[in-house]
Each structure stands twice: as structure tokens, then as C-alpha cells.
């Protein structure tokens, strides 16, 4: 298999002026964006995987890239080994001065802030605003006079409550918080008409100070607005966006930007389920001081999300583009579609000409293999795929696990194993509940020769089977098929990926990867 043979898996540019939504079918929960002269930025979560916020890019909305990260570590030593569900929440970014700022909540340490002068370079180490427990969700705003304040939500799994809202005056540009009761306070309490608010985002127009914030939770949920004439309210609310008779179940949190033609648009992910919290672009207009997101046939005030709409007026053309998927590894450093399971190590892997060497990583006894921090994985691309990976296998030694995986409710492994010289094909499948427990491993069948293909099938979103073959054009379904269950309780959509370890007492050796390639 060639570059020339591999396609980009979801393309949401129809090349007609149109867009579909999603226009990303991708796992990046949370999105926040902004837009800067010509260019367009949006960072999602990315909890504890590493390196950690991605920041995405495009000139047009529609046509995005991944170019960088804002984290290569998260900043605890917990953080070397997998902390499902924990890590770097919904970020915000915003630009003030010639400075890019964001703001990542830990939910179990506090919030960080890192700042750059360009994002496709090296971001400034995180540095602390405020350390504690549950508050989440933070976005900075720079008032008229220059005063720069955040606001943030609560997780009640954290700190005991939610559904309110929170602003503090920020002090000297992001050096810590100005306490309450000196200044800032709860600004709203959700209970009563918007449960589970959460997610804000502050912005100004007209004298009036606006907070978007997603309510109802995130599956059934919808995109409130609150707007006041003063920072510290009091806020009149309104929803401006639900599902309606759409098919998009939960459209919420995202992003307000505008165009240089002075179009507003909004940025928001659904939740699919399995694949995770993929990304929709919504028209955006405002009536009497309220933003109307999507259409509003009825004309009712409350927008539903569109399915296909024309492309945002930005001035330009720009090429139809999508995030990398597909990797033959063939740079000096991995593609910025792939991810730790944990803060990584540097003998973790080696990138040569003739392809990427993962080093297989001692598996302490009872230690299971969604318990490895070594995981290499992606995002899913779209909602069906194959997914075949070309490994060469003479860099292994007795002991060594090597091939493919499926993270989600289940870690669905398929494994080259070695003993007494001898390779042989392996499931192991372990399922998720309240804890990580070993459901099977079952050997499937004698490896021969020193390079096999690996294929994993997702149907429909819906279903994960495999196929192997040692000639690259023949071949056969192995083992069990599972279903494609994201992980729960851990807010991310199902990742495929490969796994490399070591279950002996000696040194590991290595599996060396050519390809991992999607096609439709």
C-alpha cells in the first residue's frame, strides 16, 4: 500500500460552496475557537491523553488541520500512568495584545494557563491561576478598560455542586485570581431552568456582556445564552439552539466567531456515542441583542442545527483539507493525529527511515493492558472505516505482545505474542465498568514468517471485527467481534491505536510498524 492510494476519511468541504456537518467526525470534545487577522484556531479536551489540547487550524471554518499541541506533558507525576476521565477538561483560547492565551482546567488540581506568540510553535509551561478542586470550564475576557476577568463552572463529581457560573477578576495578565468577596462572584445559578450549565464562554457586543453556556447535559442538552448590562449580572437568559427536528441530538458547547466580513458562525461538538464529541459549524445572526444559532424556521428566537449550509464569506477559496489519519511514518517525528495513553517516555518508540520501532514496555504481573501508558492511539476519522496496520515482527523477543488495538468500553487487543521462539495470534479483551476487569484471551492461530497485516473493521459505528493476512491482499476474519462502546465515565469516544509489551523478566524487543492506514 502507497500514500497515493490513501484518502482523507472525512471531508466535509463538498466543493460546490457548501459544507456537511459534521465538518469534523472526530473526537474533539469541548471546541473552543477564535479567529485572528485571516486565521482560525480551535482547541478541544483531550483529558489524560498526551501530548495533551490540541489546536487545530483553518482559514475558512470548514477546511481544518491539526498543527500543535499546548501541552507535550500534563503536569503530574499521576499523569504518567492512564487517569481515565481526569487530565485537561474543556480549554479556551483567546488572544489579547499579540498573545495567545489558554486557559486548561485540571479538575483534580486547578486551573493551568499557557501563553504563546505563535501557535505552531512552543507553548509556555503551564503556570497555575488558581489550584483547587472542581472548578472547570475556564474562559478569560479583557473587559473595554482593560480589566481581564474568567469565568467558570463547577463539576459537581469534583467540588459537590454544578449548574452555577462563576466570574473573577484575573490579576497582572494570568498571575493568580482576585478572591472573592473582593471582587467577582456567582454571577448564575442554572437550577431551576438550566440544569447542568456548564461550559461558558464571555464575550461583549453592544454594551451587553453575553455568557454562551451549554445546559440540559450533553447528550439531550441545548446552547443557552445569558446576556447583562454588567459583568456581575443580574442575567437574563434565553436558549438559542436545540435539537428541534433535527437529527443532532445535544448541540451545545462551542464557540461564537466572526468572519472579516462580519458573518458570526458557532462551533459545536455532538455526542455520538462511540465515536465521541464530533464537531458541527452553525450559522449564527442576531435579533434584538439575542443570538439566533442555526435556522429558526418558525422564527421563534431558538435555532435547530443545519445538515448542509453554504460556506462561511471569508474572501477567499481555500483547498479542501481534513486532520491527518492515515500515517506511513515517514518523518523524524510522529504525526499529530497520534497520542499517549500517559505522559510518555523517550524509549517508548524510535522513528527510522523504514518506519516507527515500538518498544515493548515491561507489563508489571496484574497489570492489564488499558493500564499501559505505551498506547499509541488516534481519534477516530469518521463513523465506519478499515483500519490495517503492516508490522514486521523480527524485532521481537519471548515474552513481547505486539499489534493493534480498539480502546473504548472494551480494550479490544489483537497480539503477535512470543514463546520459545514461536509467534502466535491473540485476543485479549478486557471490559470496562466500575473497574477494568480481564473478560478473555483466547489464542487464535500459529504465526508464520516475520511480517503480518492487521485489520480492524468498524461497521456503522456500531461493531469491531478483525482480519489477518500475511500477504497484505488475502485476508481472513479472526476472533470476535465486539461493540463500539465509548468508555464510560471517561468522556471520550472510542480510540484505535497499537499496543507493544512485554510480559517476562527480561529485556523486550520491538515491533517495527510500516503503515497504519485507513480506508472506506
Known sequence: MTQDQ??????????????????????????DAIRVGDDFFMIASSFSNVPSVPILHSKDLVNWE?????????????????????????PAIRYHEGLYYVFIPLPD???????????????????????????????????????????????????????AL?????????????AFPDEGGFVYDGHATQPTIEGPKLYKRNGYYYIFAPAGGVKPGWQTVLRSRKILGPYEEKI??????????????????DTQNGEDWFLHFQDVGSAGRIVHLQPMHWVDDW????????????????????????????????????????GNTLGLQWQWNANPLEQWYELKEDGLRL????????????????????????????????LRLEGMKDGDACGMLSLGKYCDNLLICQENGTKSLWQIIEKKGKLWVEESRNKLEAVEGEILYLRMKVT?????????????????????????????????????????????????????VEYFVYQK
Open 240 to 257: 438559542v439552539l436545540h435539537q428541534g427536528n433535527s437529527r443532532v441530538n445535544g448541540p451545545h458547547q462551542g464557540a461564537w466567531v
Open 460 to 512: 456503522n459505528a456500531e461493531k469491531i471485527s478483525w482480519e489477518v493476512s500475511q500477504d497484505g491482499e488475502n485476508y481472513h476474519s479472526v476472533g470476535q467481534a465486539t461493540e463500539a462502546e465509548a468508555m464510560p465515565g471517561g468522556w471520550v469516544g472510542v480510540k484505535a491505536g497499537l499496543a507493544a509489551i512485554h510480559q517476562g523478566e527480561s529485556l523486550g524487543g520491538y515491533v517495527k
Open 6 to 31: 490513501v484518502k482523507k476519511m472525512w471531508v466535509a468541504d463538498q466543493g460546490d460552496g457548501t459544507y456537511k456537518n459534521p465538518i469534523l467526525y472526530t473526537d474533539y470534545s469541548d471546541p
Open 359 to 390: 518498544f515493548a514496555q515491561k507489563q508489571e504481573p496484574g497489570k492489564l493492558i488499558s493500564e499501559m501508558g505505551n498506547l499509541l492511539l488516534q481519534k477516530w476519522p469518521a463513523p465506519e472505516f478499515t483500519l490495517t496496520a503492516c
Open 291 to 330: 443570538p439566533v444559532i442555526g435556522v429558526n424556521e418558525d422564527e421563534n428566537g431558538c435555532g435547530e442545527p443545519v445538515e448542509q449550509y453554504r460556506k462561511p464569506d471569508v474572501g477567499a477559496v481555500y483547498p479542501i483539507n481534513a486532520p491527518e489519519d492515515s500515517d506511513f511514518f515517514q
Open 109 to 163: 488540581e486547578g486551573i493551568v494557563m499557557c501563553t504563546t506568540k505563535d501557535p505552531w510553535g512552543k507553548w509556555s509551561d503551564p503556570h497555575f491561576i488558581k489550584q483547587n478542586i472542581g472548578w472547570i470550564d475556564p474562559c478569560p475576557f479583557w473587559d473595554d478598560d482593560g480589566t481581564m476577568y474568567m469565568v467558570n463552572g463547577f463539576a459537581k463529581s469534583r467540588i459537590g455542586f454544578k449548574s
Open 66 to 90: 491539526i498543527i500543535n499541541y499546548v501541552m507535550e506533558r500534563l503536569p503530574f507525576e499521576r499523569y504518567d500512568t492512564p487517569q481515565y476521565g481526569c487530565g485537561a477538561w474543556a
Open 166 to 178: 462563576y466570574v473573577s477578576p484575573v490579576r497582572d495578565e494570568g498571575a493568580g485570581l482576585v
